[in-house]
């Protein structure tokens, strides 16, 4: 079993920074990825950033350029930096952990970004 927490997000101005955390825990030997996607009300979850276990990334075209994502500084830990946040990226952010046989996913996390 896989835990998957998320911390950080909250309310910025546009144009503003948030960063998002996320840890993994439980009884795992590696996990192959882990990604952020997001879900806006009334609209289908995106896929925002995937980190994967030999350290590529990978992000969606919005927000290329702007959002980073990394390792954090402990094991199975890692971060989304978004900056020049848009209103329009207000939505609920969660993290998913790859295991090869399954993913886990996060509870949610939401930012809301006023204009």
């Known amino acids: 079993q896989v835990q998957v927490v998320e911390s950080g997000g909250g309310l910025v101005q546009a144009g503003g920074s948030l960063r998002l955390f996320c840890a993994a825990s439980?009884?795992?030997?590696?996990?192959?990825?882990m990604d952020w996607y997001r879900q806006a009300p009334g609209k289908q979850r995106e896929l925002v950033a995937i980190?994967?276990?030999?350290?590529?990334?990978n992000y969606a075209d919005s927000v290329k350029g702007r959002f980073t994502i990394a390792r954090g500084g402990a094991k199975n830990t890692m971060y989304l930096q978004m900056n020049s946040l848009k209103p329009e990226e207000t939505a609920v952010y969660y993290c998913?952990?790859?295991?090869?046989?399954?993913?886990?996913w996060g509870q949610g996390n939401q930012v809301t970004v006023s204009s």
């Open positions: 980190l994967t276990s030999s350290n590529m990334t």
């Open positions: 998913k952990a790859e295991r090869p046989d399954r993913d886990y």
């Open positions: 439980g009884s795992f030997l590696m996990l192959s990825a």
